[in-house]
């Protein structure tokens, strides 16, 4: 698959804007200590259904500085990740050096088809306007192999919301915008790709947050 020339631009931005908070990303949000249970009881079935069986490999994509990927190797998943921004991923290989990180788009995915047994889209698709939004769900179906999971988590609602301020006070110019998607929104996604909705969980905000969380489970095949 080939990217259109208004997705590669968006891809430049967000690379740059992740490139440009990386260490101080890395250093503020280090673990999970920002998930709620709830949140954390989505990615714990997850590691549950991934690790069963005959397991296999779980890719988190979008991995930022690696902490999520952290999480599901605790839990006993064999976890590659991957990231648009090689500064998020210089943190996580520098944090989680036990661990194998690559530098690469939700777009285009560089693996085979059927490699992994899950793949996990924590708050990645968060930048991606609708349009490619299709292109990250038929990709994550792509290299998951039949039976494999699919865990996706992200902000709830509609429109769009500018995320410079809020790296403002670290100092940071960026230009970053994140938008939100109804459950309904990606289950469609999901549909589209092939998948088979297995769980939802939309939650209320707590501390800081402004949104909604959801949360979705899904398998291939
Ligand atoms: C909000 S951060 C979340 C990082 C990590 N999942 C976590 O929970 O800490 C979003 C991450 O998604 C990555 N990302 C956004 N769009 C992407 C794309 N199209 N391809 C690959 N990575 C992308 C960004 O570079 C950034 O590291």
Not at 23 to 49: G, K
Not at 69 to 88: E, H, I, K, N, T
């Amino acid at each position: 698959m080939t990217s259109s020339p208004s997705a590669r631009h968006d891809l430049r931005g967000v690379r740059r804007a992740y490139d440009t908070v990386a260490a101080d990303y890395a250093a503020h949000l280090p673990d999970t200590r920002c998930e709620a249970s709830l949140d954390l009881a989505m990615v714990d079935a997850f590691a549950t259904v991934v690790t069963a069986g005959a397991g296999g490999p779980v890719l988190d994509a979008g991995c930022g500085a690696g902490r999520m990927s952290r999480y599901l190797a605790d839990r006993g998943c064999a976890v590659a990740g991957v990231d648009l921004s090689p500064g998020m991923v210089a943190m996580a290989v520098r944090d989680h050096p036990d661990l194998v990180f690559t530098v690469g788009s939700l777009a285009e995915l560089p693996f085979p088809d059927g490699r992994f047994a899950g793949v996990m889209l924590w708050y990645s698709i968060i930048h991606t306007p609708p349009a490619g939004q299709p292109r990250i769900f038929a990709e994550a179906a792509r290299v998951l192999r039949p039976g494999g999971h699919l865990l996706v988590g992200w902000q709830a609602g509609h429109g769009t919301w500018d995320v410079a301020p809020a790296y403002r006070r670290f100092g940071h110019e960026i230009a970053l915008t994140r938008h939100r998607y109804t459950a309904d929104d990606v289950c469609a996604r999901v549909d589209a790709a092939g998948l088979r909705e297995v769980c939802r969980l939309v939650r209320r905000p707590t501390g800081g947050e402004r949104d909604d969380q959801a949360f979705l489970l899904a398998v291939a095949g």
